[in-house]
């Protein structure tokens, strides 16, 4: 269950770096993450289990990994920028 929220964290840090690019991306990450919501939310109706709580080393890694979001922004701001006028 672990590698759901790790797909989570992954593409929030994709939408970071490439906003800068394309700024329709973030609707399309919203919608996405909207959808892993609904999903989660069936199969959890669907099985009637409580889910498993995620382990305290991955969820610290992860909420590491969501404060990276705007060095993320920052570097794909610089990196398309300088691609973009070259």
């Not at 840090?13 to 609707?27: D, G, K, N, Y």
């Not at 959890?44 to 890694?61: E, H, M, Q």
Request: aromatic share 20%.
């Amino acid at each position: 269950i672990d590698s759901e929220y790790v797909e989570m964290v992954t593409e929030y840090l994709f939408t970071c770096f490439f906003v800068s690019v394309e700024p329709i991306i973030v609707a399309f990450a919203i919608l996405e993450l909207f959808l892993f919501y609904l999903v989660q939310k069936i199969a959890l109706y669907k099985i009637c289990k409580r889910p498993t709580s995620g382990n305290n080393v991955i969820n610290k890694a992860m909420y590491q990994l969501i404060y990276c979001g705007p060095l993320f922004y920052t570097l794909g701001s610089f990196c398309w920028t300088d691609f973009i006028a070259h």
